[in-house]
C-alpha cells in the first residue's frame, strides 16, 4: 500500500476510532484499551468494527500494514 492511500484510509476515521486504533496497533487489547478510555468492552468492539470495514482489514495485521504505509 501507498503512503498516500494509507494516509487518506485513516483520515476516514473519527478521532475516537483513531484513538482505538492507534492502540490496537501498539498491541493494546480491547479490554486494556476500554480501561484507558472509560468506556465499554462493546464499546472498543464496535470501533474495531468501523476500523476494520473504514479501512478495508481483514485481520489485526492489515491494520499494522496501514500503519506502517503511512509513516
Known amino acids: 500500500m501507498e503512503r498516500g492511500e494509507a494516509l487518506s ?3 476516514t476515521l473519527t478521532p475516537r476510532e483513531r484513538e482505538v486504533f492507534d ?3 501498539a498491541g493494546t487489547s480491547n ?3 476500554a480501561i484507558d478510555l472509560g468506556v465499554s468492552i462493546r464499546t ?8 476494520m470495514r473504514k479501512l478495508n482489514a481483514q485481520h ?3 491494520l ?5 504505509s503511512s509513516g
Open 9 to 11: 484510509r485513516l483520515q
Open 23 to 25: 492502540l490496537l496497533v
Open 31 to 33: 479490554k486494556a484499551i
Open 44 to 51: 472498543v468492539e464496535t470501533h474495531r468494527a468501523h476500523i
Open 60 to 62: 489485526l495485521v492489515d
Open 64 to 68: 499494522v500494514h496501514v500503519s506502517l
